[in-house]
């Protein structure tokens, strides 16, 4: 079992930037790949991002490639999600994923564990 705790969320103005942090607890000792998804109002829930166990291998959706970064710190069991030049249709609830493997994964149904979401407002 692995628990996931998003933070780091919050109003920002377009063109602005904001860190999301996602902290693991649990199995964290086994090797696990980790993911950010995000569900904008009224939407489905979309990948965004994801990184393998080393840090080696990153893949980012269309959307937020050249403005967001993804990145890991295994020492404390914690992953980041840098967001630069935010736009208004970035505004969602962004959530963080866990799986066990090494490799980076892209869909949701490659993760069993889930963070609660934190929520990101861009004004225009």
């Known amino acids: 079992q692995v628990q996931l705790v998003e933070s780091g969320g919050g109003l920002v103005q377009a063109g602005g930037s904001l860190r999301l942090s996602c902290a693991a607890s649990g199995r964290t000792r086994s090797s696990y790949a980790m993911g950010w998804f995000r569900q904008p109002p009224g939407k489905e829930r979309e990948f965004v991002a994801a990184?393998?166990?080393?840090?080696?291998?990153?893949h980012y959706a269309d959307s937020i490639k050249g403005r967001f970064t993804i990145s890991r710190d295994n020492a404390k069991n914690t992953g980041y999600l840098q967001m630069n030049s935010l736009k208004p249709e970035d505004t969602a609830d962004y959530y963080c994923?866990?799986?066990?493997?090494?490799?980076?994964?892209?869909?949701?149904?490659?993760?069993?564990?889930w963070g609660q979401g934190t929520q990101v407002t861009v004004s225009s």
């Open positions: 994923a866990t799986e066990f493997g090494t490799q980076a994964f892209d869909h949701l149904y490659q993760y069993t564990y």
């Open positions: 990184i393998s166990w080393s840090g080696d291998i990153k």
